[in-house]
Protein backbone atom coordinates (compact mmCIF):
# COMPACT_ATOMS: atom_id res chain seq x y z
CA UNK A 1 0.00 0.00 0.00
CA UNK A 2 1.03 3.64 -0.95
CA UNK A 3 3.01 5.64 2.36
CA UNK A 4 1.96 7.94 4.16
CA UNK A 5 2.69 11.28 3.12
CA UNK A 6 5.69 13.03 4.50
CA UNK A 7 6.76 10.19 6.98
CA UNK A 8 6.99 6.10 7.12
CA UNK A 9 4.11 5.46 9.06
CA UNK A 10 1.49 7.22 9.60
CA UNK A 11 1.27 9.29 12.58
CA UNK A 12 -2.68 10.59 13.93
CA UNK A 13 -2.31 12.60 17.12
CA UNK A 14 -5.53 11.15 18.47
CA UNK A 15 -4.74 9.71 21.92
CA UNK A 16 -5.81 5.73 21.26
CA UNK A 17 -4.71 4.69 24.54
CA UNK A 18 -7.40 4.79 27.12
CA UNK A 19 -6.17 5.56 30.24
CA UNK A 20 -3.84 8.06 29.08
CA UNK A 21 -6.75 9.75 27.24
CA UNK A 22 -8.51 9.81 30.44
CA UNK A 23 -5.60 11.07 32.46
CA UNK A 24 -4.97 13.94 29.72
CA UNK A 25 -8.79 14.62 30.21
CA UNK A 26 -9.11 15.48 33.60
CA UNK A 27 -5.78 17.63 33.50
CA UNK A 28 -7.53 19.84 30.37
CA UNK A 29 -10.23 20.15 32.96
CA UNK A 30 -7.73 22.34 35.04
CA UNK A 31 -5.67 23.68 32.31
CA UNK A 32 -6.70 27.61 30.18
CA UNK A 33 -8.91 26.76 27.71
CA UNK A 34 -10.13 28.71 24.48
CA UNK A 35 -13.07 27.42 22.43
CA UNK A 36 -12.06 27.30 19.33
CA UNK A 37 -13.62 28.11 15.72
CA UNK A 38 -15.12 25.33 13.78
CA UNK A 39 -12.51 25.62 10.80
CA UNK A 40 -9.99 24.70 13.59
CA UNK A 41 -12.20 22.12 15.44
CA UNK A 42 -12.18 20.04 12.02
CA UNK A 43 -8.15 20.95 11.58
CA UNK A 44 -7.97 19.10 15.12
CA UNK A 45 -10.25 16.38 14.15
CA UNK A 46 -7.93 16.03 10.63
CA UNK A 47 -4.67 15.62 12.73
CA UNK A 48 -6.65 13.04 15.28
CA UNK A 49 -7.56 11.09 12.38
CA UNK A 50 -3.98 11.17 10.43
CA UNK A 51 -5.32 12.44 7.59
CA UNK A 52 -2.84 16.09 7.85
CA UNK A 53 0.29 13.40 8.41
CA UNK A 54 3.18 14.16 9.02
CA UNK A 55 2.06 17.25 10.79
CA UNK A 56 1.68 17.03 14.74
CA UNK A 57 -0.05 20.40 15.77
CA UNK A 58 -1.44 23.91 14.28
CA UNK A 59 1.45 26.07 12.09
CA UNK A 60 3.18 28.98 13.37
CA UNK A 61 3.38 32.34 11.33
CA UNK A 62 6.67 31.14 9.93
CA UNK A 63 5.39 27.56 8.72
CA UNK A 64 2.24 29.40 7.36
CA UNK A 65 4.17 32.15 4.98
CA UNK A 66 6.47 29.47 3.65
CA UNK A 67 3.04 27.01 2.73
CA UNK A 68 1.18 29.96 1.29
CA UNK A 69 4.09 30.96 -0.83
CA UNK A 70 6.35 28.24 -2.31
CA UNK A 71 3.28 24.69 -1.20
CA UNK A 72 5.98 23.28 1.78
CA UNK A 73 6.95 23.55 5.00
CA UNK A 74 10.17 25.24 5.87
CA UNK A 75 11.83 22.10 5.58
CA UNK A 76 10.62 21.15 2.09
CA UNK A 77 8.01 18.86 2.57
CA UNK A 78 5.09 19.98 0.55
CA UNK A 79 1.88 21.42 1.96
CA UNK A 80 -0.99 23.62 0.25
CA UNK A 81 -3.12 25.27 2.96
CA UNK A 82 -1.66 26.97 6.60
CA UNK A 83 -3.47 24.21 8.91
CA UNK A 84 -3.54 27.31 11.82
CA UNK A 85 -5.49 28.06 15.60
CA UNK A 86 -6.66 31.53 14.50
CA UNK A 87 -8.71 33.47 17.14
CA UNK A 88 -9.35 37.29 18.15
CA UNK A 89 -6.86 38.52 20.30
CA UNK A 90 -9.44 40.07 22.33
CA UNK A 91 -10.13 36.37 23.86
CA UNK A 92 -7.09 35.57 24.87
CA UNK A 93 -6.84 36.11 28.71
CA UNK A 94 -3.57 36.53 30.80
CA UNK A 95 -3.48 32.43 31.70
CA UNK A 96 -4.04 31.56 28.30
CA UNK A 97 -0.94 34.05 27.39
CA UNK A 98 1.29 32.47 29.87
CA UNK A 99 0.30 29.20 29.38
CA UNK A 100 2.12 26.53 28.01
CA UNK A 101 -0.63 24.25 27.80
CA UNK A 102 -4.24 24.45 26.82
CA UNK A 103 -7.64 22.90 26.72
CA UNK A 104 -8.87 23.50 22.97
CA UNK A 105 -13.35 23.18 23.18
CA UNK A 106 -15.26 22.31 20.50
CA UNK A 107 -17.70 25.00 19.46
CA UNK A 108 -20.06 22.21 17.51
CA UNK A 109 -21.31 20.21 20.67
CA UNK A 110 -23.53 21.68 23.74
CA UNK A 111 -21.51 22.77 26.72
CA UNK A 112 -18.32 22.81 24.32
CA UNK A 113 -16.14 20.02 25.78
CA UNK A 114 -12.57 19.71 25.54
CA UNK A 115 -10.97 18.32 21.89
CA UNK A 116 -7.63 18.52 22.18
CA UNK A 117 -5.16 19.80 24.14
CA UNK A 118 -2.60 21.92 22.37
CA UNK A 119 1.64 22.56 23.40
CA UNK A 120 1.72 26.22 23.29
CA UNK A 121 4.96 26.53 20.83
CA UNK A 122 4.28 30.56 20.18
CA UNK A 123 1.17 32.81 20.29
CA UNK A 124 1.71 35.34 17.19
CA UNK A 125 -0.03 38.42 16.09
CA UNK A 126 -1.14 38.45 12.50
CA UNK A 127 -0.74 41.74 10.79
CA UNK A 128 -3.35 42.56 7.84
CA UNK A 129 -0.77 42.76 5.27
CA UNK A 130 0.24 39.10 6.32
CA UNK A 131 -3.74 38.16 6.46
CA UNK A 132 -3.80 39.19 3.34
CA UNK A 133 -0.63 37.91 1.80
CA UNK A 134 -2.21 34.31 3.18
CA UNK A 135 -5.84 35.10 1.63
CA UNK A 136 -4.78 35.78 -2.00
CA UNK A 137 -1.90 32.75 -1.89
CA UNK A 138 -4.55 30.12 -0.76
CA UNK A 139 -7.57 31.22 -2.28
CA UNK A 140 -6.40 33.39 -5.17
CA UNK A 141 -9.06 36.10 -4.36
CA UNK A 142 -9.98 38.47 -1.84
CA UNK A 143 -13.17 38.38 -2.70
CA UNK A 144 -15.17 38.79 0.95
CA UNK A 145 -18.03 36.88 -1.37
CA UNK A 146 -15.68 33.86 -1.34
CA UNK A 147 -17.26 31.60 1.58
CA UNK A 148 -13.76 30.27 2.30
CA UNK A 149 -12.24 34.44 2.22
CA UNK A 150 -15.01 35.34 4.48
CA UNK A 151 -14.31 32.59 7.17
CA UNK A 152 -10.53 33.10 7.21
CA UNK A 153 -10.39 36.99 7.49
CA UNK A 154 -13.15 36.85 10.07
CA UNK A 155 -11.41 34.27 12.50
CA UNK A 156 -8.82 36.43 14.28
CA UNK A 157 -5.88 38.21 14.31
CA UNK A 158 -3.62 36.26 16.39
CA UNK A 159 -2.09 32.38 15.71
CA UNK A 160 -1.71 29.77 18.82
CA UNK A 161 1.00 27.45 17.37
CA UNK A 162 2.39 23.73 18.61
CA UNK A 163 1.65 20.21 19.00
CA UNK A 164 -2.03 18.74 19.66
CA UNK A 165 -2.80 15.42 21.72
CA UNK A 166 -6.42 14.90 20.37
CA UNK A 167 -8.78 13.55 22.58
CA UNK A 168 -12.10 13.02 20.50
CA UNK A 169 -13.43 13.46 17.04
CA UNK A 170 -15.75 15.38 18.10
CA UNK A 171 -19.87 15.14 16.84
CA UNK A 172 -19.05 12.58 13.80
CA UNK A 173 -18.41 9.12 15.04
CA UNK A 174 -21.99 9.73 17.02
CA UNK A 175 -23.65 11.69 14.00
CA UNK A 176 -22.16 9.39 11.59
CA UNK A 177 -21.16 6.26 13.14
CA UNK A 178 -21.75 3.73 9.54
CA UNK A 179 -19.20 6.65 7.92
CA UNK A 180 -17.00 8.74 9.47
CA UNK A 181 -13.47 6.73 9.00
CA UNK A 182 -9.77 7.83 10.28
CA UNK A 183 -7.12 7.24 7.67
CA UNK A 184 -6.04 4.82 10.37
CA UNK A 185 -9.31 3.20 10.18
CA UNK A 186 -9.22 3.15 6.12
CA UNK A 187 -5.79 1.63 5.91
CA UNK A 188 -6.73 -1.23 7.94
CA UNK A 189 -10.05 -1.55 5.69
CA UNK A 190 -8.17 -1.85 2.47
CA UNK A 191 -5.79 -4.02 3.92
CA UNK A 192 -8.68 -6.64 4.80
CA UNK A 193 -9.90 -6.37 1.60
CA UNK A 194 -6.77 -7.17 -0.38
CA UNK A 195 -6.53 -3.61 -1.96
CA UNK A 196 -3.02 -2.88 -2.92
CA UNK A 197 -4.40 -0.13 -5.46
CA UNK A 198 -7.38 1.89 -4.46
CA UNK A 199 -8.77 5.17 -6.23
CA UNK A 200 -10.68 8.33 -3.92
CA UNK A 201 -13.76 10.22 -5.52
CA UNK A 202 -13.69 13.13 -2.90
CA UNK A 203 -17.53 14.87 -2.99
CA UNK A 204 -19.65 17.27 -0.71
CA UNK A 205 -22.45 16.67 -3.44
CA UNK A 206 -24.71 13.43 -4.30
CA UNK A 207 -23.68 11.35 -6.98
CA UNK A 208 -25.41 11.00 -10.28
CA UNK A 209 -24.56 8.88 -13.21
CA UNK A 210 -22.02 10.97 -14.53
CA UNK A 211 -19.97 10.44 -11.15
CA UNK A 212 -20.75 6.89 -11.37
CA UNK A 213 -19.44 6.64 -14.74
CA UNK A 214 -16.20 8.73 -14.11
CA UNK A 215 -15.43 6.45 -11.12
CA UNK A 216 -15.93 3.42 -12.96
CA UNK A 217 -13.87 5.36 -15.69
CA UNK A 218 -11.24 5.58 -13.56
CA UNK A 219 -11.29 2.41 -11.85
CA UNK A 220 -10.32 0.80 -15.26
CA UNK A 221 -7.97 3.13 -16.35
CA UNK A 222 -5.88 2.68 -13.12
CA UNK A 223 -6.29 -0.41 -12.60
CA UNK A 224 -6.97 -0.12 -9.32
CA UNK A 225 -8.64 -2.88 -6.94
CA UNK A 226 -11.28 -0.63 -4.81
CA UNK A 227 -12.99 2.78 -5.01
CA UNK A 228 -12.93 4.62 -2.16
CA UNK A 229 -16.11 7.35 -2.70
CA UNK A 230 -15.15 9.85 0.54
CA UNK A 231 -17.28 12.38 1.21
CA UNK A 232 -17.18 16.09 3.28
CA UNK A 233 -18.85 15.69 6.95
CA UNK A 234 -17.70 18.94 8.06
CA UNK A 235 -19.14 22.24 7.54
CA UNK A 236 -20.67 23.25 3.97
CA UNK A 237 -21.78 26.64 2.44
CA UNK A 238 -25.74 27.59 2.49
CA UNK A 239 -27.80 25.46 0.01
CA UNK A 240 -25.13 21.73 -0.35
CA UNK A 241 -27.28 19.04 0.47
CA UNK A 242 -26.82 17.70 4.10
CA UNK A 243 -23.96 15.25 4.60
CA UNK A 244 -26.70 12.51 6.07
CA UNK A 245 -28.86 12.88 2.76
CA UNK A 246 -26.09 12.69 0.23
CA UNK A 247 -24.68 9.60 2.50
CA UNK A 248 -27.66 7.61 1.85
CA UNK A 249 -28.11 8.51 -2.03
CA UNK A 250 -24.48 7.41 -2.70
CA UNK A 251 -24.73 4.25 -0.66
CA UNK A 252 -27.73 3.57 -2.32
CA UNK A 253 -26.42 4.11 -6.25
CA UNK A 254 -23.11 2.08 -4.54
CA UNK A 255 -25.33 -0.82 -3.57
CA UNK A 256 -27.39 -1.21 -7.09
CA UNK A 257 -25.09 -0.33 -9.28
CA UNK A 258 -21.53 -1.31 -8.34
CA UNK A 259 -20.24 -4.72 -7.86
CA UNK A 260 -20.53 -6.33 -4.71
CA UNK A 261 -17.38 -5.38 -2.27
CA UNK A 262 -15.84 -3.01 -4.95
CA UNK A 263 -16.39 0.19 -3.02
CA UNK A 264 -15.90 1.79 0.04
CA UNK A 265 -18.14 4.91 1.40
CA UNK A 266 -16.54 6.93 4.21
CA UNK A 267 -16.72 10.26 5.10
CA UNK A 268 -13.81 12.79 7.11
CA UNK A 269 -14.24 15.56 9.29
CA UNK A 270 -13.22 18.70 7.50
CA UNK A 271 -15.05 22.08 6.70
CA UNK A 272 -14.57 22.88 2.64
CA UNK A 273 -12.83 25.69 2.26
CA UNK A 274 -13.57 26.04 -1.60
CA UNK A 275 -9.85 27.20 -1.82
CA UNK A 276 -9.82 24.97 -5.59
CA UNK A 277 -6.61 24.50 -6.23
CA UNK A 278 -4.95 24.33 -3.31
CA UNK A 279 -7.63 22.77 -1.58
CA UNK A 280 -6.80 19.75 -4.29
CA UNK A 281 -3.87 19.41 -3.44
CA UNK A 282 -4.14 18.88 0.58
CA UNK A 283 -7.55 16.51 -0.25
CA UNK A 284 -4.62 14.28 -2.16
CA UNK A 285 -2.64 14.56 0.16
CA UNK A 286 -5.53 13.36 2.31
CA UNK A 287 -6.12 10.49 0.07
CA UNK A 288 -2.10 9.31 0.17
CA UNK A 289 -2.69 8.93 3.87
CA UNK A 290 -5.36 7.52 4.06
CA UNK A 291 -3.84 4.44 1.35
CA UNK A 292 -4.95 5.86 -1.78
CA UNK A 293 -3.07 5.16 -4.50
CA UNK A 294 -5.03 7.75 -7.18
CA UNK A 295 -7.72 10.42 -6.63
CA UNK A 296 -9.68 11.99 -9.39
CA UNK A 297 -9.34 15.56 -9.91
CA UNK A 298 -12.29 17.01 -12.63
CA UNK A 299 -13.66 20.34 -13.47
CA UNK A 300 -13.33 22.89 -10.93
CA UNK A 301 -12.43 20.83 -8.25
CA UNK A 302 -12.75 22.40 -4.41
CA UNK A 303 -14.34 25.44 -6.49
CA UNK A 304 -17.40 27.38 -5.93
CA UNK A 305 -18.66 30.30 -8.16
CA UNK A 306 -16.36 31.49 -11.07
CA UNK A 307 -13.44 32.44 -8.78
CA UNK A 308 -11.47 29.32 -10.41
CA UNK A 309 -10.65 27.87 -14.30
CA UNK A 310 -12.42 24.90 -14.88
CA UNK A 311 -8.70 23.00 -14.77
CA UNK A 312 -6.96 24.88 -12.82
CA UNK A 313 -7.21 21.79 -9.63
CA UNK A 314 -5.30 19.47 -12.09
CA UNK A 315 -2.89 22.12 -13.65
CA UNK A 316 -1.45 23.00 -9.40
CA UNK A 317 -0.28 19.38 -9.56
CA UNK A 318 1.93 20.54 -12.21
CA UNK A 319 3.79 23.24 -10.70
CA UNK A 320 4.96 20.59 -7.47
CA UNK A 321 8.10 19.30 -7.67
CA UNK A 322 9.02 15.63 -8.72
CA UNK A 323 8.21 13.53 -5.71
CA UNK A 324 6.66 16.35 -3.77
CA UNK A 325 3.49 13.55 -3.46
CA UNK A 326 3.14 9.87 -4.05
CA UNK A 327 -0.41 9.81 -4.69
CA UNK A 328 -1.23 9.87 -9.03
CA UNK A 329 -3.78 12.43 -9.97
CA UNK A 330 -6.46 11.20 -12.70
CA UNK A 331 -7.33 13.67 -14.53
CA UNK A 332 -10.64 13.95 -15.32
CA UNK A 333 -12.98 16.24 -17.94
CA UNK A 334 -16.62 16.93 -17.89
CA UNK A 335 -18.70 13.65 -18.06
CA UNK A 336 -22.23 13.25 -19.09
CA UNK A 337 -24.50 11.21 -21.62
CA UNK A 338 -24.29 11.52 -25.00
CA UNK A 339 -27.36 11.24 -27.25
CA UNK A 340 -24.94 10.49 -30.04
CA UNK A 341 -23.02 7.56 -28.48
CA UNK A 342 -25.92 6.05 -25.66
CA UNK A 343 -23.85 6.26 -22.86
CA UNK A 344 -21.70 8.46 -20.21
CA UNK A 345 -18.61 9.44 -21.55
CA UNK A 346 -15.70 11.90 -20.94
CA UNK A 347 -16.16 15.48 -22.93
CA UNK A 348 -12.78 15.69 -24.53
CA UNK A 349 -12.70 12.14 -25.97
CA UNK A 350 -16.25 13.26 -28.08
CA UNK A 351 -15.00 16.91 -29.67
CA UNK A 352 -17.19 16.77 -32.75
CA UNK A 353 -20.45 16.28 -30.11
CA UNK A 354 -21.62 19.70 -29.75
CA UNK A 355 -23.42 21.26 -26.51
CA UNK A 356 -27.14 19.42 -27.03
CA UNK A 357 -25.35 16.16 -28.19
CA UNK A 358 -25.30 15.99 -24.12
CA UNK A 359 -28.00 15.41 -21.43
CA UNK A 360 -26.81 17.84 -19.05
CA UNK A 361 -28.80 19.88 -16.23
CA UNK A 362 -27.80 23.07 -13.69
CA UNK A 363 -27.84 22.40 -10.17
CA UNK A 364 -30.67 25.07 -10.26
CA UNK A 365 -32.53 23.19 -12.78
CA UNK A 366 -32.41 20.02 -10.63
CA UNK A 367 -33.57 21.16 -7.36
CA UNK A 368 -36.33 22.74 -9.49
CA UNK A 369 -37.66 19.81 -10.79
CA UNK A 370 -37.30 17.22 -8.05
CA UNK A 371 -38.55 20.16 -5.67
CA UNK A 372 -42.13 19.93 -8.15
CA UNK A 373 -42.02 16.24 -8.16
CA UNK A 374 -40.73 15.71 -11.65
CA UNK A 375 -38.36 12.57 -12.28
CA UNK A 376 -34.75 12.95 -13.72
CA UNK A 377 -34.10 11.66 -16.56
CA UNK A 378 -32.80 8.20 -16.37
CA UNK A 379 -29.84 8.99 -18.55
CA UNK A 380 -28.90 11.96 -15.82
CA UNK A 381 -29.95 10.05 -12.40
CA UNK A 382 -30.63 7.17 -11.32
CA UNK A 383 -34.15 6.80 -10.18
CA UNK A 384 -33.38 5.41 -6.79
CA UNK A 385 -31.14 8.12 -6.23
CA UNK A 386 -33.40 10.65 -7.22
CA UNK A 387 -36.50 9.67 -5.13
CA UNK A 388 -33.99 10.25 -2.60
CA UNK A 389 -32.91 13.52 -3.37
CA UNK A 390 -36.93 14.75 -4.09
CA UNK A 391 -37.76 13.57 -0.71
CA UNK A 392 -35.20 16.00 0.97
CA UNK A 393 -36.29 18.95 -1.44
CA UNK A 394 -39.81 18.19 -1.23
CA UNK A 395 -39.17 18.30 2.19
CA UNK A 396 -37.54 21.51 2.75
CA UNK A 397 -39.62 23.07 0.33
CA UNK A 398 -42.67 21.96 3.28
CA UNK A 399 -40.66 23.44 5.70
CA UNK A 400 -39.79 26.75 4.19
CA UNK A 401 -44.06 27.41 3.63
CA UNK A 402 -44.66 26.33 6.49
Excluded at 375 to 382: D, G, I, Y
Amino acid sequence: MIPPHGSSDLQPRFVADPSRCAALAVEAERLPAIVVNSAASSNAVMLGSGYFNPLAGFMNLTESLSVAERMSLPNHIAWPIPIVNIVRSAVLSPDLRRATRIALRDPNLPGNPVLAIQHVEAIEHLASDQQAFLVERIFRTADPKHPGVADFTSAGDTLISGPIDVLNHSYFPAEFPDTFRTAVQLRELFAERGWKSVVAFQTRNPMHRAHEELCKMAMSATGADGLLIHMVLGRLKPGDIPAAVRDASIRKMVELYFPPDSVAVAGYGFDMMYAGPREAVLHAIIRQNAGCAFLIVGRDHAGVGSYYGPFDAQAIFDELPPGALAIRIFKADHTAWSRKVGKVVMMRDYPDHKPEDYINLSGTKVREMLAAGQPLPLEFARPEVAAILMKHYQDEARAAMA
